[in-house]
């Protein structure tokens, strides 16, 4: 499989837990978040996403969570199960159509049934 | 995998051949791109496309080259293929750019020995 876990920060969470990743963005003038999902051997999944003039979005067991004062980006994962046993990315937009998005380096989360 | 396809799946060469990477959709978005992941460093942007025959360079474009002739195909080069070009290589695709949603296929893993 991939060794894009290689030295990442990881959280373990037993089955049926909620699990809470946290992320940290760098520019202030970030309009735009996303998080991923990555499977070993797979393509980041998109999960949710969530503009700058919101605050918390939620999706189907997951809750994504923007505090701008503080740059700080989270998402949670109701009880959480052995299928999300992954690799978690955040990513910021750095502007307009033309601009990219700008990836973390992801948290491993290990679900112990 | 969102209609996306990346050929080849895997593919080993040697240092200074040529080597090409396809990437094709069937979704009819307008932006595409080309990423490389690496343990420690999460996805980098090589190259993306905003349109037929419009391109631009990314965070690490140096040694790569790309053409996008039709909309459903974006093509990665790498014209002299070095070790530091051993990766997993990605391609995206998202309707509206840089505050949109992008969707990754499954990958490629090249390996230059």
């Known amino acids: 499989g991939e060794s894009v876990g290689l030295h990442l920060p990881t959280l373990s969470v037993q089955e049926g837990d909620n699990s809470i990743i946290n992320c940290a963005y760098s520019?202030?003038?970030?309009?735009?978040f996303i998080w991923y999902k990555q499977e070993s051997g797979k393509g980041p999944q998109f999960i949710i996403d969530i503009r700058s003039n919101m605050d918390k979005r939620q999706g189907q067991r997951v809750t994504v969570l923007l505090n701008k004062t503080v740059k700080h980006l989270s998402l949670q994962i109701a009880a959480t199960q052995p299928g999300d046993s992954a690799v978690y990315f955040c990513?910021?937009?750095?502007?307009?159509?033309?601009?990219?998005?700008?990836f973390g380096k992801g948290t491993k989360l290990s679900v112990k049934p | 995998d969102a209609g996306i396809t990346q050929s080849p799946r895997h593919k080993v060469t040697e240092t200074g051949t040529p080597v090409t990477l396809r990437c094709h959709q069937t979704e009819n978005h307008r932006y595409m791109y080309w990423y490389r992941q690496d343990p420690g460093h999460g996805l980098r942007l090589i190259h993306y496309s905003y349109g037929v025959k419009d391109t631009d360079k990314g965070e690490v474009s140096d040694g790569y080259s790309v053409s996008r002739s039709k909309t459903e195909d974006f093509l990665l080069t790498l014209e002299s293929a070095t070790s530091s070009q051993t990766s997993v290589y990605f391609c995206?695709?998202?309707?509206?750019?840089?505050?949109?949603?992008?969707?990754f296929g499954a990958g490629t893993r090249l390996s230059v020995l």
């Open positions: 990513a910021e937009s750095n502007g307009g159509s033309q601009g990219n998005l700008i």
């Open positions: 520019n202030s003038a970030s309009d735009y």
């Open positions: 995206a695709i998202s309707p509206q750019g840089g505050t949109d949603i992008q969707y």
